[in-house]
């Protein structure tokens, strides 16, 4: 299994950058895929951003061109740089690392990310 701890969030004007890191522990040869999510209040969780064990990367079409997913060679940090930001696009911001053959899911316990126009 998997820690996850989020940081980074805050308030932001419309049109500016913040970027979201999580600290991870425990397991991490056993991570497939990490991704961030977010949650904005009334609606369902949404993926944002992946990347995978050979650095793939995909993105909702919402946040391409100005998110981008990152993180470190050893697999203990994962980044999501956010650029040009939006009102819509405040939420509650989850680090997601799925594991092992069973493809369990952790999660951190999410920060908030607001936007103001």
């Known amino acids: 299994q998997v820690q996850l701890v989020e940081s980074g969030g805050g308030l932001v004007r419309a049109g500016g950058s913040l970027r979201l890191s999580c600290t991870v522990s425990?397991?991490?040869?056993?991570?497939?895929?990490m991704r961030w999510f977010r949650q904005a209040p009334g609606k369902q969780r949404e993926s944002v951003a992946t990347?995978?064990?050979?650095?793939?990367?995909v993105y909702a079409d919402s946040v391409k061109g100005r998110f981008t997913i990152s993180r470190n060679s050893v697999k203990n940090k994962l980044y999501l740089e956010m650029n040009n930001l939006k009102p819509e696009d405040t939420a509650v911001y989850y680090c997601?690392?799925?594991?092992?053959?069973?493809?369990?899911?952790?999660w951190g316990q999410g920060t908030q990310v607001t936007v103001s126009s």
């Open positions: 997601n690392a799925r594991l092992g053959t069973l493809l369990t899911n952790y």
């Open positions: 425990g397991s991490l040869d056993d991570i497939n895929v």
């Open positions: 990347i995978t064990n050979g650095g793939t990367t």
